[in-house]
């Protein structure tokens, strides 16, 4: 076995939202977070 280092040109690093915030006066749901919208086909009308 022979060993294999790979040097990195660039890392890029993207926050994410947490699918459900609690706020003082009410719960947030962002959809964009969920697994589901990323998997759902766009659309057509």
Request: charged share 30%.
């Amino acid at each position: 076995m022979e060993a294999d280092t790979k040097q990195l040109e660039a890392v890029e690093i993207r926050p994410k939202k947490p699918l459900y915030q609690q706020e003082i006066d009410r719960m947030v749901v962002n959809v964009g977070s969920s697994v589901l919208t990323k998997a759902a086909l766009p659309c057509r009308y």
